[in-house]
């Protein structure tokens, strides 16, 4: 049977700027990267130099058929130094975005994914009481320049990413899964302490005072993130009133066996439910989702020796796509936008099959009227999997990196022509 998708729905892809620009020069993740003993697998360097390519890349998402692009505007671009805006920056990212528009492609806005410019951290950081300020300051200087152009804003990609990462190395730590998603070897103790001490010296800091984006929060951390949103939130409503703001939050699709019921609501309450006071005024939700996890009585469950896995060592679970939204939908009456989902896998067939699963949970959502409004995959192109390097696969697009020429895969026309035809 065919399914069909509303009118208007949003198709697209997305990446964000450190990812896949190339010469992030100004950010905290260039500077960690290219230390010595640096437990990044590979500096991110030229990347997939779309901060040139950026037009052959949005041309290819517009021919596969999709209609929206969901990028990043870099803010250690924009702002380089503190206070001091860089206007060619600017200039690029209006570049892009006529670009989208001249494509007939929505661009999707987000301010801030994951790097952030290393005076930032030098300041303070993630847990400076200052950077919510900071933040909306930036984003209202973009908003001024770019806002007009700008339909859907993003302000913070995965505004809880800590939770998960915290997580994620408590399970490494304790022996089990994880090291895959985090890519570090948490084992090694003298390493990690080496080049924690190495990011401190480049920073100028003592090293438990670096608070980059990507690291361990402190509740006053988590604070600070969700206010750098609302006044984010507060200045763009006033200078572009015609741009939809929201954040995106990285889901799991919490599951619990009997005995891990508990623990299951308690993982619901700390990943989504105790956030959603500051969601109230936004505009839609981004919802980022690439497997499930499932809790029984000691807490979360290694994934199954038996199950397939993806090459960050996800279980391959295309389902906890739908009941995530399902979820979030009966805990906020808002516009929901698949701003990510996907896989890291170099068999295309699997992210094929994968799409399709995905997307019929979404669509019994649409038919149950849950608004979801849009369908972002991750990502349009194979990229800098943070310090993974580029050993993760997770695009639409192949990119051979030695000349930056990109090989579009079966499942990028394959996504395009749902998207052309609304349908499945
Ligand atoms: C992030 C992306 C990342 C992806 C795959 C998401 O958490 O927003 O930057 O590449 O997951 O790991």
Partial sequence: MTLRFPDGFYWGASTAAHQVEGNNVHSDFWLMENLEGSIYREPSGIAVDHYRLFKEDIGLLASFGLNSYRFSIEWARIEPEEGKFDQAAIDH???????????NVTPIVTLHHFSSPQWLIRAGGWESEDTPERFARYCA????????????VCTINEANISIGIAKIIKRHQAGGDGQAQVGINTTDKSRMVAYFMEVGKAFGLPPQEVHSFHGARTEKGLEVIFRSHTRAREAIRVISPNTRIGLSLSLYDIQSIPGGEEHASHAWNEEFLQFLPYLEADDYLGVQNYTRMVYGPDGALPVPKDAETTQMGNEYYPEALGAVVRFVSKHLAKPLFITENGIATDDDTRRIEFIDRALRGVHACIADGIPVIGYMHWSLLDNFEWQLGFSKTFGLIAVDRATQERKPKPSAYHLGRIASSDSL
């Fill in 93 to 103: 990212y209006r570049e892009v975005l006529l670009a989208c528009l001249s494509m």
């Fill in 141 to 152: 200087y973009v908003m001024r320049e770019l806002g007009e152009l700008i339909p859907y």
